[in-house]
Every structure is written in C-alpha cells, then in structure tokens.
C-alpha cells in the first residue's frame, strides 16, 4: 500500500466532468509496484449545500475552486482501507472536513483521519452511503438519486479498465482482473474483499431492478453508462456460480 500524503502533492490527473448535476468525476493515477494505475474521485452536491468527496485525489488548484465552487467539502468518504492515500492532506485543507468510512475500514482510514462516522450520517434523502453486504463491512458505496436518474458510485468491487494508458496498465489491469475487456469484480479484490458472494450478489441484483439507474461510476476504469443494470446482473451471476 502506497505511503499516506503528508503534503498537498498533486500528480497527474484529468479535468474534472459533471456526469450529472451536482455529481463531478476526475481521474489520477497512483504509483504501484509495477508502474501507474488509474484511480478515480468522485465529487457530490448535498442537500446541505456542501460536498460529499468520494476517494479523495489532490488536485490542482484550479479544480480545487471548481470543487468548492459547487459546494463546501462537507463529508471526505474513504470507501475501504486501501483508499486513504490523499485523506489526511485532505482533512489538512478542510479541518471542518467530517470523515467516514465502512466500519471494516475505520482503523486504517483513522491512521489518515480520525473516522467521525461509519453509518450512513450525510443526513440527505438523495444521497445514501451504503456498507456493501458480503464484504465483511471493509467496502461501501453511495446511491445518489437525480431527476435524470440514478447514480451508484462504487469503489473496487467493479473494476472496468477499458482504456488503459499504455502497457503497463493494460498489463496490470490484466493481471488483476480489473475489466480490461469488460466490466468485472477484480480478481485480486474478490479473494480480498468477498466474504459473502451470495449476500453482494443480492446488492447487484436488487440495484439492478432500479428502473432510474443511470451509470456506474467506478474508482478504478471508465463509468458504466451503458446498460449498467444489464452488468449488475452479469457481475451477480458470476457470484453466484
């Protein structure tokens, strides 16, 4: 596990999109043994006004005021514990910043951060953090509800790699069973994370039934936006087989 940021270093990243309103995404790339890998923060209006910030990613400042342009960061969501890298440098930025991750996670996420919550506490009707079933509580996700649609930001449990920067994160992605050819539960994240396969089955296949759902936005590859409960059904039969 890469070294918690104890600065405000910003590496490479994209622009930030508004995939919907109130709901920006970015990609980074992290350093990893065998060379970079695309990582993902995603960013949410909440009813207070303020922010929800999904997988924290220093960015530069430019994007930072866009970031605080939609909304204070209210709420920092380390969604399991290899995903703290940039909170505490976060959480320095923000001291009013709150912090919360799935229970499974809080003692590492609160090397980074103290953890002022491990339960859903973002007190908005739209906007729901979920601690996924089947993983022994170590993995969570938001369900964030629009006029448009439904958005489900979820975090290593599907991985689609479908455009990898160069060999090497084709090479990883591979390796790794991060959906280089389509969206899948990463190899590497099943053996570490899946206590339950029937339990997360279960969560796939009841988001799946959502008649609004929109996209999937994943920490690690692209978003799905193409028949995304078509893929919450696939992912599920593979868990249950």
Request: glycine share 8%; proline share 7%.
């Amino acid at each position: 596990m890469p070294k918690l940021l104890e600065r405000w270093d910003v590496m490479p990243h994209g622009e930030l999109v508004m995939v919907d309103e109130g709901i920006l995404t970015v990609t980074g790339t992290i350093h990893m043994p065998l060379g970079n890998f695309p990582r993902r923060m995603t960013v949410v209006r909440l009813a207070s006004g303020g922010t929800a910030i999904w997988s924290a990613i220093a960015l530069d400042e430019r994007q930072m005021r866009q970031i605080e342009a939609m909304g204070c960061p209210e709420w920092l969501i380390v969604p399991n514990a290899h995903h703290r890298f940039d909170a505490a440098i976060w959480k320095d930025r923000y001291p009013d910043i709150c912090v919360m991750a799935p229970p499974g996670a809080r003692d590492a996420a609160a090397e980074a951060a103290t953890v002022d919550a491990t339960y859903d506490r973002l007190d908005d009707p739209n906007v729901r953090f979920v601690v996924m079933p089947g993983t022994g509580e170590q993995e969570a996700a938001l369900v964030v509800r629009r006029a448009s649609g439904t958005t489900l930001v979820v975090n290593d449990l599907i991985g689609n790699l479908a455009h990898p920067d160069g060999v090497m994160q084709h090479v990883m992605g591979r390796l790794m069973g991060f959906g280089v050819s389509e969206p899948q539960i990463p190899r590497v994240v099943r053996h570490a994370l899946v206590k339950d396969p029937e339990a997360l089955a279960v969560q796939f296949r009841t988001w799946a039934a959502l008649p609004d759902l929109q996209r999937i936005i994943v920490s690690h590859g692209d978003p799905i936006e193409k028949d995304a409960a078509g893929v919450l059904r696939d992912l599920a039969a593979t868990l249950s087989s």
